[in-house]
């Protein structure tokens, strides 16, 4: 699991948290790595589209990344550190939805990419 904080979702912004821990399979070396953080980045869109089902009345449904590009990592967070992540939806068509992700150490930005990703149902708004 690498989203353990839902903070909530205000407009087309949704806004996620993971505590970095030791025992985490991405965690090399007491840093969470590249592969963990764009883990982390795709599960909190997966809990932005969630919630948004949830909040709307609708049935849970399954996901599927299409692509993570322009991914930037500036550096690795390291074990005890908090991750704040921002998801902003740019934009959906058809149940295809691309999705900003900004993640924070305290006030740092560490990473930033986009990822496309759609719904089995379609209910992506």
């Not at 599960?43 to 589209?49: D, G, N, Y």
């Not at 921002?86 to 990822?115: C, H, P, R, Y």
Request: aromatic residues 8%.
């Amino acid at each position: 699991m690498m989203v353990d904080s839902f903070y909530g979702m205000e407009g087309d912004e949704a806004y996620c948290g993971l505590t970095v821990r030791d025992d985490c399979v991405f965690c090399i070396g007491g840093f969470l790595i590249e592969p963990g953080i764009i883990e982390h980045s795709a599960q909190s869109v997966a809990a932005m589209a969630g919630y948004r089902n949830f909040r709307d009345n609708l049935p849970p449904e399954i996901g599927y990344i299409g692509e993570i590009k322009s991914f930037s990592i500036s550096r690795l967070p390291s074990v005890g550190e908090q991750l704040h992540t921002v998801v902003k939806e740019d934009a959906s068509v058809l149940g295809t939805t691309l999705a900003s992700v900004t993640v924070f150490v305290e006030e740092e930005k560490i990473a930033e990419g986009k990822i496309k990703f759609s719904l089995q149902g379609g209910n992506g708004n």
